[in-house]
Each structure stands twice: as C-alpha cells, then as structure tokens.
C-alpha cells in the first residue's frame, strides 16, 4: 500500500534559518513523483517543489529544496533563510506510476517562523 | 491566470439536506481529484477521474456520496443525505496527467467549507 509519513506535527524555527521538514513514503512502484504543498491559514493549497523517482540531482525551487533519499525514502524539504510568511501547514504528496496519477498526502506539519 | 473555481465556498446546511459541490477543473486537465480534510484525518482522496471516467472512489463513503464528471469542464460532488460527521473542507484539484514523472503536479481550487448541523 501506498503511505506518506510527516512525524513533525510542529516544528519551530527562527526567522532567516533554515529548516527540514521531514518526509518518508512507501511505495513498491519504481517509478513515482513527490510534491510538497504549503498551506497557509488562507487553506489555499500551494505547490512548492516537486522531485521525480529517477531525477538524479535534488530539486531545488528558490528558498526551497528537496533532500531525496530514495533507498532511505524519504523527500524531506529544507525551507532556506525562513520568513514569517512561511509560517503554514506543509503537506509531502506522492504519486505513484500505476493508479493512474493517483496523489496521496501526509499529515502535514505546521511549521511556526519566529520573528 | 488558469485556476480551478469550486462553488460554493461556504455551506451550511442541516442534516439530512442534499449538499452538492462544483468544480471547473483548468482547461486542458485531464485529471480530477476531490479530497476531503478534517482536522481529524487530515488530506483524504475521495476519487479521482481520467477523462472523465472514474478511476479510483474507493475513498468515498458510497451510501451517501457519488461524484460525476458531467462534461469535461465540470465535476461534481454530491452528499445525500449529508450528516454532521461530513463537516470538512472539500478540495477539488486538477492535472495533466501525463504520469507522475512527467513532473504535472495538481492544482487545487479554494475549497468547500461545508458545515452540517
């Protein structure tokens, strides 16, 4: 079965650091995409970054990046330089090959930028 | 600029009441989500349609809900009768989906806040 795991209900960071937000998945098919979306209090749903399974370098997308570690599973996101406006929920997503684009979510983990 | 319009944004209705919930996916997409969040249980996959054919609604509770694609520019989510217990966030979201390496992400509308009381 197909699972996303966000163990970071919440997590701090002081403004202009960095931070990773952490994300592992399961999945037995080879071939999958990875996204990372942020949600603001707005509840509007932003894509960020997005990594595919046989990408050889890390994604990167200005402020943000994507760690990927495939033997390890995991695709965790290092948000650089943190701002206020960062403080959200951030979801991790994974779309395996077979099922058709099929998109599945973690739990989120908040995150709260300290000024 | 290309987004997903869901109508409406709020509803408050009682129980019992039939609720039914709008989507224009982004023209061209070929793919359409509906999720569920709650507080509870976070971003729930509902179903899913390519082309218009459902492909997967084994998320949706089937004695209440059903989900139809009348028409390339319309998707629907309908709850009777509706129940306190669906109070959420209905998100609809559309893609091309070409496959997930592709790199196609989905793009989300701003949500149904629904409320049954």
């Known amino acids: 079965a197909q699972k996303i795991t966000q163990t970071q209900p919440g997590m701090f960071v002081q403004e202009k650091e960095a931070v990773t937000l952490d994300c592992t998945y399961d999945?037995?098919?080879?071939?999958?995409?990875l996204f990372w979306y942020k949600q603001p209090s707005s509840g509007e749903m932003i894509f960020l970054i997005y990594?595919?399974?046989?990408?050889?370098q890390n994604a990167t997308e200005g402020r943000y990046s994507l760690n990927f570690q495939k033997a390890r599973k995991s695709a965790n996101l290092v948000i650089s330089a943190s701002q206020l406006g960062d403080s959200a929920m951030y979801f991790c997503?994974?779309?395996?090959?077979?099922?058709?684009?099929?998109?599945?979510f973690g739990a989120g983990t908040r995150l709260f930028v300290k000024a | 600029d290309a987004r997903v319009t869901q109508t409406p944004r709020h509803k408050v209705t009682e129980m019992g009441q039939e609720v039914t919930m709008r989507c224009q996916p982004i023209?061209?997409?070929?793919?359409v989500f509906w999720y569920r969040q709650t507080m509870m249980q976070g971003l729930e996959l509902l179903a899913y349609?390519?082309?218009?054919?459902?492909?997967?609604d084994s998320g949706m509770p089937k004695d209440r809900f059903s989900a139809e694609m009348p028409d390339a520019t319309l998707a629907t989510l309908k709850i009777q009768p509706s129940e306190p217990r669906d109070s959420a966030v209905y998100f609809c979201a559309s893609g091309l989906g070409t496959g997930p390496l592709s790199g196609n992400t989905i793009y989300f509308g701003e949500g149904s806040w629904l409320t049954v009381v």
């Open positions: 997503a994974m779309s395996p090959n077979t099922g058709g684009f099929k998109t599945i």
């Open positions: 023209l061209g997409h070929n793919t």
């Open positions: 349609f390519r082309n218009r054919a459902p492909l997967d």
């Open positions: 999945t037995s098919d080879p071939s999958y995409g």
């Open positions: 990594q595919g399974s046989y990408d050889q």
